[in-house]
């Protein structure tokens, strides 16, 4: 079923969910703004299947992936240098616990990594749900679920 909403409009509901992507990438040493402008090259240069999916969890999930692919190509073209500082520590618990977190996030199958990151991002339960195609409730339930996975995940 094809959406009479146009590209721009498809864009701006996904917002978040770019912005996230492009962030999470922009840390490993590319500029986020270079890397939402390639995406969204990307994502002009293949409009027609994207307007072809209808407003559902599918076309935020089909979004997130060409965004995902795009950062790690651009990653894999030009990979960070980082110099070394010559009084480099390794770094201490709270940043390995939190980099190990992110990871796991990561590692989380669509949806469950976008309701993470657009509530890590501060969006209230009926926000997500509107983005993704859910209900309040139904978000809260999976926050519930997510966490308890990923706090199973992290104590192993």
């Known amino acids: 079923m094809a959406t009479k909403e146009g590209f721009n409009g498809i864009v701006l509901r996904h917002k978040g ?3 996230a992507v492009c962030r999470r990438y922009a840390r490993r040493g590319l500029d986020e703004d270079d890397l939402l402008q390639e995406v969204l090259v ?24 060409v965004a995902r692919s795009t950062c790690v190509d651009l990653l894999r073209k030009e990979p960070p240098s980082y110099p070394v500082p010559e009084n480099f520590d390794a770094p201490d618990e709270d940043t390995t ?7 796991q996030i990561a590692l989380l199958p669509e949806p469950d990594r976008s309701i993470v990151t657009l509530h890590l991002e501060g969006y209230e339960y009926k926000e997500i ?18 966490k308890e996975r990923l706090k199973k995940e992290m104590i192993k």
């Open 17 to 19: 969910l770019l912005f």
């Open 129 to 146: 749900g509107k983005k993704l195609g859910m209900t309040k409730n139904n978000i809260g339930i999976r926050l519930m679920r997510i």
């Open 97 to 103: 616990l939190h980099r190990d977190l992110h990871e």
């Open 42 to 65: 990307v994502l002009w240069e293949r409009r027609e299947k994207l307007m072809s999916i209808a407003s559902t969890p599918q076309q935020a999930s089909w979004m997130w992936r």
